[in-house]
């Protein structure tokens, strides 16, 4: 017995919860994919999604504001025009 004793929890540490892997880049995927679905149907928040999305440090995921923030500045401009031509 060499050794000091230590609590079972140290000896055993509990399994990780959930998503194996990285979760970091697991939940930065699912925020480009709501950033790109949100500049399709609803423009205002979709370019709030993506000026969050460029402000990330990860270069992986931040690449992709500029694009959420183009597609949604296009929808929001064919919503404007499209209720300009009909008079709604």
């Known amino acids: 017995m060499s050794?000091?004793?230590r609590p079972y929890y140290e000896r055993h540490p509990p399994p990780a919860l959930g998503i194996p892997g990285?979760?970091?880049e697991a939940s930065n995927g699912v925020l480009?994919?709501?950033g790109y679905l949100t500049a399709l149907f609803i423009?205002?928040?979709?370019?709030?999604?993506g000026v969050v999305i460029a402000t990330r440090p990860s270069r992986r995921?931040?690449?992709?504001?500029v694009?959420?923030?183009v597609v949604s500045s296009v929808a929001l401009v064919i919503v404007f025009v499209?209720?300009?031509?009909?008079?709604s």
């Open 82 to 87: 499209s209720l300009i031509v009909t008079g």
């Open 43 to 49: 423009p205002i928040v979709g370019f709030v999604l």
């Open 61 to 65: 995921t931040s690449k992709h504001g």
């Open 67 to 69: 694009p959420v923030i």
């Open 32 to 34: 480009i994919s709501v």
């Open 3 to 5: 050794e000091t004793y």
């Open 22 to 24: 990285d979760s970091e």
